[in-house]
């Protein structure tokens, strides 16, 4: 069942900015047999962002993820990934951010929230860089861009498929890297 994404609390000299989906993803990278990292991308990136340029850390995000655009460049891994094994799209459609807190560091913004996946919830800390100035598009629309980074264990999110090397070792790293890159557009009188 999708969950609903409700819009961030609106803050007094705040924008609001909606997240692009056609111009936003989220990419992960994990180990794989311990010698490399296998990387992927979800294409499908939605919800808003208040900002105040002038209060940085007033930022407030609340953030979607549709599990089901997972491209890992192989369609039976994407599957394997998609499956009760990994992400249990069917159950589990969506992976939800909502932030908490935002605090000035010293590359940019410390942003400190709640991660749902695969139904679990846990408390995570990205480090964002951005935004960057505003521009307009031929469209009229002002646009920014920003990306924001952590590192998380799959297993504190239910993720727990593995298996053994002959080697020794496991499959599927623990760790996983991720990045998300977002182009937000913002909000004007009477368009959501």
Known sequence: MAQTQQAPARQPGATTWNIDPAHSNAQFSVRHMMISNVKGEFT???GQVLFDSNKPETLSVEASIDVSTINTREHDRDNHLKSPDFFHVEE?????????????????????????????????????????????????????????????????????????????????????????????????????
């Open 44 to 46: 499908k990136v939605s």
């Open 92 to 192: 589990y459609p969506t992976i939800t951010f909502k932030s908490k807190r935002a605090e000035k560091s010293s590359d940019g913004l410390k942003l400190t929230g709640d991660l749902t996946i695969r139904g679990t919830t846990r408390e995570v800390t990205l480090d964002v860089e951005g935004p960057t100035p505003p521009v307009k598009d031929p469209w009229g629309n002002t646009r920014v861009g920003a990306s924001a980074a952590t590192k998380i264990n799959r297993k504190d999110f239910g993720l727990m498929w593995n298996m053994p090397i002959e080697a020794g070792g496991f499959m599927v790293g623990d760790e996983v890297k991720i990045t998300v890159d977002v182009e937000l557009i913002a909000q004007t009188d009477g368009k959501k």
